[in-house]
Protein backbone atom coordinates (compact mmCIF):
# COMPACT_ATOMS: atom_id res chain seq x y z
CA UNK A 1 0.00 0.00 0.00
CA UNK A 2 2.86 2.45 0.44
CA UNK A 3 4.02 1.98 -2.83
CA UNK A 4 0.64 2.28 -4.24
CA UNK A 5 0.56 5.44 -2.16
CA UNK A 6 4.05 6.85 -3.69
CA UNK A 7 2.91 5.72 -7.37
CA UNK A 8 -0.98 7.56 -7.23
CA UNK A 9 0.93 10.48 -5.97
CA UNK A 10 3.50 10.62 -8.70
CA UNK A 11 0.41 10.37 -10.86
CA UNK A 12 -0.90 13.67 -9.08
CA UNK A 13 1.91 15.56 -9.01
CA UNK A 14 2.87 15.21 -13.07
CA UNK A 15 0.52 17.99 -13.78
CA UNK A 16 0.83 20.17 -10.48
CA UNK A 17 4.94 20.42 -10.21
CA UNK A 18 5.05 23.76 -11.79
CA UNK A 19 4.58 27.05 -9.75
CA UNK A 20 1.62 28.09 -8.88
CA UNK A 21 -0.24 24.41 -9.09
CA UNK A 22 2.32 23.02 -6.48
CA UNK A 23 0.52 24.61 -3.56
CA UNK A 24 -2.63 22.40 -4.77
CA UNK A 25 -0.32 19.12 -3.79
CA UNK A 26 -0.47 20.45 -0.30
CA UNK A 27 -4.34 21.02 -0.03
CA UNK A 28 -4.35 17.59 -1.67
CA UNK A 29 -2.34 16.29 1.40
CA UNK A 30 -4.16 18.08 4.07
CA UNK A 31 -7.49 17.04 2.92
CA UNK A 32 -6.69 13.13 2.93
CA UNK A 33 -5.58 13.87 6.31
CA UNK A 34 -8.52 15.62 7.19
CA UNK A 35 -10.65 12.57 5.54
CA UNK A 36 -8.16 10.27 7.69
CA UNK A 37 -8.74 12.02 11.02
CA UNK A 38 -12.80 11.66 10.18
CA UNK A 39 -12.99 7.85 9.67
CA UNK A 40 -10.95 6.84 12.32
CA UNK A 41 -14.16 8.07 14.52
CA UNK A 42 -15.52 4.64 12.85
CA UNK A 43 -12.49 2.34 13.43
CA UNK A 44 -13.50 -0.31 16.28
CA UNK A 45 -11.12 -0.43 19.15
CA UNK A 46 -7.84 -2.71 19.39
CA UNK A 47 -9.59 -5.71 20.51
CA UNK A 48 -6.23 -6.77 22.14
CA UNK A 49 -6.45 -3.99 24.56
CA UNK A 50 -10.33 -3.86 25.49
CA UNK A 51 -9.37 -7.79 26.49
CA UNK A 52 -6.49 -6.54 28.42
CA UNK A 53 -8.44 -4.20 30.21
CA UNK A 54 -11.08 -6.68 30.99
CA UNK A 55 -14.07 -6.11 28.79
CA UNK A 56 -14.49 -9.17 26.97
CA UNK A 57 -17.73 -8.65 25.81
CA UNK A 58 -16.44 -5.26 23.94
CA UNK A 59 -13.71 -7.14 22.59
CA UNK A 60 -15.43 -9.99 21.13
CA UNK A 61 -17.52 -7.57 19.83
CA UNK A 62 -14.52 -5.37 18.40
CA UNK A 63 -13.00 -8.50 16.82
CA UNK A 64 -16.57 -9.64 15.40
CA UNK A 65 -16.50 -6.50 13.25
CA UNK A 66 -13.60 -6.77 11.79
CA UNK A 67 -14.27 -10.09 10.97
CA UNK A 68 -17.48 -9.84 9.59
CA UNK A 69 -19.51 -13.20 8.80
CA UNK A 70 -16.52 -15.62 10.13
CA UNK A 71 -16.37 -17.20 13.29
CA UNK A 72 -14.03 -15.91 15.66
CA UNK A 73 -14.40 -18.01 18.77
CA UNK A 74 -10.67 -19.65 18.37
CA UNK A 75 -9.20 -16.49 17.64
CA UNK A 76 -10.94 -14.90 20.89
CA UNK A 77 -9.63 -17.59 22.72
CA UNK A 78 -6.11 -17.65 21.83
CA UNK A 79 -6.35 -13.77 22.23
CA UNK A 80 -7.21 -14.53 25.65
CA UNK A 81 -5.08 -17.24 26.36
CA UNK A 82 -2.45 -15.15 24.90
CA UNK A 83 -2.85 -12.03 27.31
CA UNK A 84 -3.23 -14.52 29.76
CA UNK A 85 0.42 -15.99 29.94
CA UNK A 86 1.84 -12.40 29.56
CA UNK A 87 0.14 -11.51 32.30
CA UNK A 88 1.61 -14.30 34.46
CA UNK A 89 5.22 -13.44 33.37
CA UNK A 90 4.73 -9.84 33.69
CA UNK A 91 6.15 -9.82 37.28
CA UNK A 92 9.66 -10.94 34.88
CA UNK A 93 11.26 -8.02 33.49
CA UNK A 94 12.12 -8.25 29.99
CA UNK A 95 16.02 -7.98 29.64
CA UNK A 96 17.70 -4.81 28.68
CA UNK A 97 18.69 -3.73 25.13
CA UNK A 98 22.17 -3.94 26.64
CA UNK A 99 21.27 -7.46 28.19
CA UNK A 100 20.03 -8.83 24.46
CA UNK A 101 23.16 -7.17 22.21
CA UNK A 102 25.74 -8.78 24.87
CA UNK A 103 24.24 -12.27 24.44
CA UNK A 104 23.29 -12.08 28.65
CA UNK A 105 20.10 -13.45 28.18
CA UNK A 106 18.30 -16.88 29.05
CA UNK A 107 19.13 -17.60 25.40
CA UNK A 108 21.35 -16.14 23.57
CA UNK A 109 19.55 -13.59 20.78
CA UNK A 110 22.56 -12.65 19.39
CA UNK A 111 22.65 -14.45 15.43
CA UNK A 112 18.79 -13.32 15.55
CA UNK A 113 19.26 -9.76 16.45
CA UNK A 114 22.13 -9.67 14.09
CA UNK A 115 19.74 -10.85 11.18
CA UNK A 116 16.80 -8.57 12.13
CA UNK A 117 19.25 -5.25 12.15
CA UNK A 118 21.26 -5.92 9.09
CA UNK A 119 18.11 -6.44 6.99
CA UNK A 120 16.71 -3.22 7.98
CA UNK A 121 20.17 -1.83 6.71
CA UNK A 122 20.63 -3.75 3.94
CA UNK A 123 16.83 -2.62 2.81
CA UNK A 124 18.48 1.59 2.77
CA UNK A 125 21.46 0.59 1.18
CA UNK A 126 20.63 -1.15 -1.64
CA UNK A 127 19.99 2.05 -3.89
CA UNK A 128 16.53 1.54 -4.27
CA UNK A 129 15.96 5.25 -2.70
CA UNK A 130 18.14 6.62 -5.19
CA UNK A 131 16.32 5.07 -8.18
CA UNK A 132 12.62 6.38 -6.51
CA UNK A 133 13.83 9.74 -5.53
CA UNK A 134 16.48 10.77 -8.45
CA UNK A 135 15.27 8.43 -11.41
CA UNK A 136 13.37 11.37 -12.97
CA UNK A 137 16.78 13.60 -12.94
CA UNK A 138 18.73 10.10 -13.86
CA UNK A 139 17.06 9.29 -16.84
CA UNK A 140 16.87 12.81 -17.75
CA UNK A 141 20.62 12.90 -17.79
CA UNK A 142 20.74 9.68 -19.43
CA UNK A 143 18.61 10.54 -22.49
CA UNK A 144 20.20 14.65 -22.67
CA UNK A 145 17.26 15.88 -22.36
CA UNK A 146 17.42 19.71 -23.35
CA UNK A 147 16.56 22.58 -20.67
CA UNK A 148 13.08 23.26 -22.43
CA UNK A 149 12.48 19.14 -22.67
CA UNK A 150 13.10 18.81 -18.80
CA UNK A 151 10.69 21.50 -18.15
CA UNK A 152 7.68 20.29 -20.47
CA UNK A 153 5.45 18.46 -18.28
CA UNK A 154 5.44 15.94 -18.40
CA UNK A 155 8.79 14.72 -20.20
CA UNK A 156 9.95 11.40 -21.19
CA UNK A 157 11.30 10.82 -17.92
CA UNK A 158 8.76 11.95 -15.82
CA UNK A 159 6.55 9.38 -17.52
CA UNK A 160 9.19 6.89 -17.36
CA UNK A 161 9.85 7.57 -13.69
CA UNK A 162 5.27 6.86 -13.09
CA UNK A 163 6.66 3.55 -14.57
CA UNK A 164 9.27 2.92 -12.41
CA UNK A 165 6.68 3.42 -9.35
CA UNK A 166 3.87 1.12 -10.95
CA UNK A 167 6.36 -1.71 -11.25
CA UNK A 168 6.83 -1.72 -7.32
CA UNK A 169 3.13 -1.71 -6.88
CA UNK A 170 3.18 -4.71 -8.86
CA UNK A 171 6.35 -6.10 -7.74
CA UNK A 172 5.33 -6.46 -4.22
CA UNK A 173 2.11 -8.34 -5.22
CA UNK A 174 4.28 -10.70 -7.13
CA UNK A 175 6.94 -11.48 -3.79
CA UNK A 176 4.16 -11.92 -1.07
CA UNK A 177 2.57 -14.73 -3.56
CA UNK A 178 6.29 -16.48 -4.06
CA UNK A 179 7.60 -15.59 -0.27
CA UNK A 180 5.56 -19.30 1.54
CA UNK A 181 5.95 -21.07 -1.35
CA UNK A 182 9.79 -20.24 -1.55
CA UNK A 183 10.65 -19.06 1.60
CA UNK A 184 11.98 -16.08 2.97
CA UNK A 185 15.74 -16.77 2.37
CA UNK A 186 15.46 -17.92 -0.45
CA UNK A 187 13.31 -15.11 -2.19
CA UNK A 188 15.86 -12.60 -0.54
CA UNK A 189 18.63 -14.54 -2.02
CA UNK A 190 17.61 -14.37 -5.32
CA UNK A 191 16.09 -10.92 -4.87
CA UNK A 192 19.81 -9.14 -3.41
CA UNK A 193 21.52 -10.82 -6.42
CA UNK A 194 19.10 -10.00 -9.02
CA UNK A 195 19.26 -6.26 -7.73
CA UNK A 196 23.01 -6.04 -8.13
CA UNK A 197 22.67 -7.50 -11.52
CA UNK A 198 20.61 -5.09 -12.84
CA UNK A 199 22.52 -2.66 -11.02
CA UNK A 200 25.54 -3.38 -13.09
CA UNK A 201 23.58 -3.37 -15.70
CA UNK A 202 22.65 0.31 -15.50
CA UNK A 203 26.44 1.27 -14.79
CA UNK A 204 26.90 -0.75 -17.95
CA UNK A 205 23.85 1.26 -19.72
CA UNK A 206 24.89 4.78 -18.39
CA UNK A 207 28.03 4.60 -19.53
CA UNK A 208 27.46 3.22 -23.37
CA UNK A 209 25.16 5.80 -23.38
CA UNK A 210 21.95 3.75 -23.72
CA UNK A 211 19.23 5.21 -22.65
CA UNK A 212 17.01 2.60 -23.11
CA UNK A 213 19.33 -0.04 -21.83
CA UNK A 214 19.27 2.50 -18.66
CA UNK A 215 15.50 2.96 -18.19
CA UNK A 216 14.65 -0.97 -18.72
CA UNK A 217 17.53 -1.74 -15.70
CA UNK A 218 15.74 0.50 -13.49
CA UNK A 219 12.62 -1.07 -14.35
CA UNK A 220 14.02 -4.72 -13.49
CA UNK A 221 16.02 -3.12 -10.55
CA UNK A 222 12.69 -2.23 -8.58
CA UNK A 223 10.82 -5.36 -9.77
CA UNK A 224 13.64 -7.43 -8.13
CA UNK A 225 14.16 -5.29 -5.20
CA UNK A 226 10.52 -5.01 -4.06
CA UNK A 227 9.54 -8.35 -5.25
CA UNK A 228 12.56 -9.76 -1.89
CA UNK A 229 14.95 -7.33 -0.53
CA UNK A 230 11.84 -4.03 -0.30
CA UNK A 231 10.19 -6.08 2.00
CA UNK A 232 11.43 -8.95 3.44
CA UNK A 233 13.32 -6.59 6.42
CA UNK A 234 9.78 -5.76 7.15
CA UNK A 235 8.94 -9.47 8.71
CA UNK A 236 12.16 -10.35 10.03
CA UNK A 237 11.43 -8.71 13.74
CA UNK A 238 8.19 -10.37 14.38
CA UNK A 239 9.58 -13.46 12.73
CA UNK A 240 12.92 -14.46 13.67
CA UNK A 241 12.53 -12.49 17.65
CA UNK A 242 10.62 -13.97 20.89
CA UNK A 243 8.08 -11.53 22.11
CA UNK A 244 9.76 -10.39 25.40
CA UNK A 245 12.42 -8.48 23.14
CA UNK A 246 10.27 -7.26 20.18
CA UNK A 247 10.06 -4.43 21.56
CA UNK A 248 13.23 -3.14 22.06
CA UNK A 249 14.96 -4.64 19.13
CA UNK A 250 12.06 -3.29 16.47
CA UNK A 251 12.61 -0.18 17.88
CA UNK A 252 16.69 -0.25 17.40
CA UNK A 253 15.92 -1.95 14.10
CA UNK A 254 13.50 1.17 12.85
CA UNK A 255 16.56 3.47 14.22
CA UNK A 256 19.26 1.83 12.04
CA UNK A 257 16.58 1.94 9.01
CA UNK A 258 15.78 5.71 9.38
CA UNK A 259 19.57 6.04 9.95
CA UNK A 260 20.95 4.32 6.55
CA UNK A 261 18.09 5.83 4.95
CA UNK A 262 19.27 9.48 5.65
CA UNK A 263 22.71 8.85 5.30
CA UNK A 264 22.00 7.26 1.74
CA UNK A 265 19.65 9.92 0.55
CA UNK A 266 22.52 12.38 1.59
CA UNK A 267 25.21 10.61 0.00
CA UNK A 268 23.32 9.63 -3.50
CA UNK A 269 23.75 13.43 -5.14
CA UNK A 270 27.88 13.48 -4.16
CA UNK A 271 28.29 10.60 -5.52
CA UNK A 272 26.08 10.94 -8.58
CA UNK A 273 28.43 14.24 -8.83
CA UNK A 274 31.44 12.14 -8.05
CA UNK A 275 30.80 8.93 -10.01
CA UNK A 276 28.98 9.88 -12.74
CA UNK A 277 27.69 6.90 -15.03
CA UNK A 278 29.58 4.63 -12.52
CA UNK A 279 26.72 6.01 -9.90
CA UNK A 280 25.43 2.42 -9.11
CA UNK A 281 28.75 0.99 -8.86
CA UNK A 282 28.51 1.16 -4.80
CA UNK A 283 25.28 -0.50 -4.97
CA UNK A 284 26.36 -3.46 -6.90
CA UNK A 285 28.60 -4.08 -4.30
CA UNK A 286 26.32 -3.60 -1.36
CA UNK A 287 23.45 -5.47 -2.65
CA UNK A 288 25.91 -8.28 -3.23
CA UNK A 289 26.91 -8.28 0.28
CA UNK A 290 22.82 -9.00 1.17
CA UNK A 291 23.23 -12.14 -0.82
CA UNK A 292 26.29 -13.46 0.93
CA UNK A 293 24.27 -12.11 4.16
CA UNK A 294 21.41 -14.58 3.01
CA UNK A 295 23.75 -17.63 1.85
CA UNK A 296 25.82 -17.62 5.00
CA UNK A 297 23.63 -16.01 7.91
CA UNK A 298 19.93 -15.79 7.04
CA UNK A 299 17.65 -17.99 8.74
CA UNK A 300 14.66 -19.43 7.40
CA UNK A 301 11.26 -18.50 9.26
CA UNK A 302 8.81 -20.36 6.38
CA UNK A 303 6.37 -22.34 8.45
CA UNK A 304 7.95 -22.10 11.53
CA UNK A 305 7.34 -20.86 15.08
CA UNK A 306 9.30 -17.96 16.51
CA UNK A 307 10.04 -20.96 19.03
CA UNK A 308 11.44 -22.94 16.54
CA UNK A 309 13.47 -20.17 15.20
CA UNK A 310 15.16 -19.46 18.21
CA UNK A 311 15.80 -22.89 19.24
CA UNK A 312 17.44 -23.57 15.97
CA UNK A 313 19.61 -20.13 15.48
CA UNK A 314 20.28 -18.98 18.65
CA UNK A 315 23.63 -18.33 19.74
CA UNK A 316 26.41 -15.95 18.50
CA UNK A 317 26.80 -14.75 15.12
CA UNK A 318 27.51 -17.99 13.20
CA UNK A 319 27.29 -19.50 9.93
CA UNK A 320 23.73 -21.36 9.19
CA UNK A 321 23.46 -24.41 6.87
CA UNK A 322 21.10 -25.02 4.47
CA UNK A 323 19.83 -28.02 7.02
CA UNK A 324 18.87 -26.43 10.06
CA UNK A 325 20.03 -28.07 13.15
CA UNK A 326 17.45 -30.11 14.91
CA UNK A 327 16.64 -28.58 18.21
CA UNK A 328 16.85 -30.92 21.17
CA UNK A 329 13.74 -32.30 23.01
CA UNK A 330 13.86 -29.69 26.08
CA UNK A 331 14.16 -26.63 23.62
CA UNK A 332 10.95 -26.37 22.67
CA UNK A 333 9.01 -25.69 25.31
CA UNK A 334 11.92 -23.42 27.07
CA UNK A 335 11.58 -21.19 23.75
CA UNK A 336 7.81 -21.72 23.95
CA UNK A 337 7.84 -20.03 27.45
CA UNK A 338 10.17 -17.68 26.23
CA UNK A 339 8.00 -16.58 23.47
CA UNK A 340 5.09 -16.02 25.73
CA UNK A 341 6.96 -14.01 27.79
Not at 24 to 35: H, R
Not at 91 to 109: F, H, I, R, Y
Not at 150 to 179: D, E, F, K, W, Y
Request: some cysteine; glycine content about 6%; hydrophobic content about 50%.
Amino acid sequence: MILMGIFLSQVVSIGLSAAPLWRILFSISAGLAIFQTLVLFFVPESPRFLAKAGQMEESRAALQRLRTNLDISIEFEDMVAMLDAQAVSAATPPPTLWQVLSGKTEVDLRHLVFCVLFLMMSQQWSGAKGVMFYSTEILSSTFHLTTSERHHIPSIAQLLTLGVGAIGAVAVIIGMNILDKAGRRTVLIVSSLSTSICAALIVIGSKLDLGPMVATAMYLFNLVFQSGVGFVPYLSASELLPYNVLGSISGLAASVNCLTLFVVSFVFPILDKALGPYLFTPFIATNFLTFLFGVLFMPEAKGKPVSQVVAEYQGPIHLVSTVSRRPSKQEPQRQADLNNH
